[in-house]
């Protein structure tokens, strides 16, 4: 008799080749500052900038932040109309169909192959490797080293044509990565300078910086439909969010959610008018009128509220449930588990528990959406889950897995993060 195990094994194989095949097709963390919050005091940042010739050291400038372009497709009814099944860019023609996933406490990249499920490669990064950000342009995924409480944070490009990384480059606190909607800049966010760098998005040079004070911890973010502003997480203090002019580069201001917590990830519903915001203290998700910046809702999902998913055909959100509210040091084998969101009623239709116990953290779904790739945050494993069952496989990985994504992806161009795709 076929065991669960191998049923599942076949579901998830079976999609990855698909993966494959469309990867060829181009159709026209406790305590606040117990992770990555503190920066050396009364130290001028500075970024190490190769030349032809030397090594220079330049000084931080604020100058006027490129401008971003509204999109007049973003104001259509499905934001997410361009990231279904068949939507592959020919930008990513010819990419290897992998799953890449940072190892924050062994500073490597872990390289799944999908259609066997086991890693095939693994490789040295810089220090504390976050998450894997596809470019703006889909030609490039760039991995955030942000080195913890140091001054060593550097950025690591892969091909994803070969799957091979090149040379590290220098940024200062790169705990996540965003791009500008027209793909003028990348936004590097430093979580621990409490700032946005807007820098050249191949170069890595640095352009200007958007200060973000009164957001502790800032981390994660989603773009408005029409691209004017975006609204970033702000992880410490008394957890809330800050609200990002765009256009003209400055905070339009903060909102403190209705219960203190510790704000994770967030996403922009599917009509372009709520956000949804995962808090890992109160484990659930708030719900926020993106126009009016105020808080209209609350979803329970599970223990440790902290990433998002959205679904291949943009009905659903996934949401991980770490199992834990520890930021770092949680306990392996912990009652992690997936809940599932219908957008359009804002309601759980499903509850996906781990078997055995895990820790999903952060991930994406396969070009085909039959896949929920998500790492093991405490567990030194990789989940892949059959998004029609909930069934799931565990693959072992490095130390303490992040930001993980899933390669290649429909969509006309990335927003950043783990592959939030417009």
């Known amino acids: 008799m076929t065991s669960i195990f191998e049923r599942l094994l076949t579901s998830c194989v079976s999609g990855a080749f698909l993966l494959m095949l469309s990867a060829g097709v181009a159709d026209a963390d406790d305590m606040p500052c117990m992770k990555d919050c503190a920066a050396p005091s009364n130290q001028a940042k500075t970024d190490t900038l190769p030349t032809a010739d030397k090594v220079v050291q330049k000084k931080v400038v604020q100058d006027k932040p490129i401008a971003a372009k509204a999109d007049p497709a973003a104001a259509t009814v499905n934001i997410y109309s361009h990231t279904t099944a068949g939507h592959l860019n020919p930008a990513v023609t010819g990419a290897l169909a992998r799953v890449y996933v940072p190892n924050r406490s062994s500073n490597s990249v872990s390289v799944i192959d999908p259609a066997t499920m086991k890693e095939v490669d693994r490789?040295?990064?810089?220090?504390?490797?976050?998450?894997?950000?596809?470019?703006?342009?889909?030609?490039?995924?760039?991995?955030?080293?942000?080195?913890?409480?140091?001054?060593?944070?550097?950025?690591?490009?892969?091909?994803?044509?070969?799957?091979?990384?090149?040379?590290?480059?220098?940024?200062?606190?790169?705990?996540?990565?965003?791009?500008?909607?027209?793909?003028?800049?990348?936004?590097?966010?430093?979580?621990?300078?409490?700032?946005?760098?807007?820098?050249?998005?191949?170069?890595?040079?640095?352009?200007?910086?958007?200060?973000?004070?009164?957001?502790?911890?800032?981390?994660?973010?989603?773009?408005?439909?029409?691209?004017?502003?975006?609204?970033?997480?702000?992880?410490?203090?008394?957890?809330?969010?800050?609200?990002?002019?765009?256009?003209?580069?400055?905070?339009?201001?903060?909102?403190?959610?209705?219960?203190?917590?510790?704000?994770?990830?967030?996403?922009?519903?599917?009509?372009?008018?709520?956000?949804?915001?995962?808090?890992?203290?109160?484990?659930?998700?708030?719900?926020?009128?993106?126009?009016?910046?105020?808080?209209?809702?609350?979803?329970?999902?599970?223990?440790?509220?902290?990433?998002?998913?959205?679904?291949r055909d943009g009905t659903k959100l996934y949401v991980s449930n770490r199992g834990s509210r520890k930021m770092e040091s949680g306990h392996p084998n912990g009652p992690g588990s997936v809940t599932v969101i219908d957008f359009a009623t804002r309601k759980v239709v499903a509850q996906w528990p781990i078997p055995g116990g895990g820790s999903p953290d952060m991930g994406n779904v396969s070009a085909d959406g039959r896949q929920l790739w998500l790492s093991g945050r405490f567990d030194s494993e990789v989940y892949c889950f059959d998004t029609t069952t909930g069934a799931v496989v565990k693959i072992p990985v490095g130390v303490e897995p992040h930001g993980l994504t899933v390669w290649p992806q429909p969509g006309r161009y990335s927003e950043g993060h783990t592959g939030n795709m417009r």
């Open 123 to 311: 490789f040295k990064v810089g220090s504390k490797p976050q998450h894997i950000i596809p470019s703006w342009d889909l030609k490039t995924l760039w991995v955030a080293n942000n080195a913890s409480r140091t001054n060593n944070g550097s950025v690591t490009p892969i091909d994803p044509l070969t799957g091979k990384p090149g040379k590290a480059i220098k940024v200062a606190d790169p705990y996540n990565m965003y791009f500008m909607p027209d793909g003028s800049s990348a936004i590097v966010v430093d979580e621990a300078l409490k700032e946005l760098d807007l820098r050249d998005p191949q170069t890595m040079k640095l352009k200007s910086v958007i200060k973000t004070p009164t957001c502790h911890g800032i981390n994660h973010a989603d773009f408005a439909a029409d691209n004017s502003y975006a609204i970033f997480t702000c992880e410490y203090g008394k957890g809330g969010l800050a609200k990002i002019d765009l256009v003209n580069g400055k905070v339009l201001g903060n909102l403190m959610l209705s219960k203190m917590g510790m704000p994770q990830d967030i996403r922009l519903s599917p009509d372009g008018k709520v956000f949804y915001v995962a808090d890992m203290m109160n484990d659930g998700v708030f719900l926020i009128d993106g126009a009016s910046f105020t808080e209209i809702g609350f979803i329970p999902t599970g223990i440790g509220t902290h990433g998002f998913v959205v679904s």
